[in-house]
């Protein structure tokens, strides 16, 4: 059974940083690409960020380019989403996604599985 956790949400100032993890189980992790996805109330789930099986190639959202890193350890299978000058319109629910191996995408579809998701807030 493919299981992802996700970890580290919680409330932060605007211009802080975060660091969210997904650990995962079940599955063959290192040949996967993953994703990172967020929820805003009354908004649809947008992409954020998608790593590669070897971490070798990423692709950011415009939004979070530049402010945003996803890395991963594939011996801990574990994914990370690190957020630095965080904004109030980064507020929202942070879901990791595993999917099947190649580049990754940035569409919710693409992806196979996914967490429970990590409540993010940035307060002003």
């Known amino acids: 059974q493919v299981q992802l956790a996700e970890s580290g949400g919680g409330l932060v100032q605007a211009g802080g940083s975060l660091r969210l993890s997904c650990e995962a189980s079940?599955?063959?992790?290192?040949?996967?690409?993953l994703g990172w996805f967020r929820q805003a109330p009354g908004r649809e789930r947008e992409f954020v960020a998608t790593i590669n099986w070897s971490g070798s190639s990423t692709v950011y959202a415009d939004s979070v380019k530049g402010r945003f890193t996803i890395s991963r350890d594939n011996a801990k299978k574990t994914v990370y989403l690190q957020m630095n000058s965080l904004k109030p319109e980064d507020t929202a629910v942070y879901y990791c996604a595993a999917g099947p191996g190649g580049p990754g995408g940035v569409g919710a579809s693409w992806y196979d599985y996914w967490g429970q998701g990590t409540q993010v807030t940035v307060s002003s």
């Open positions: 079940g599955y063959t992790f290192s040949r996967s690409a």
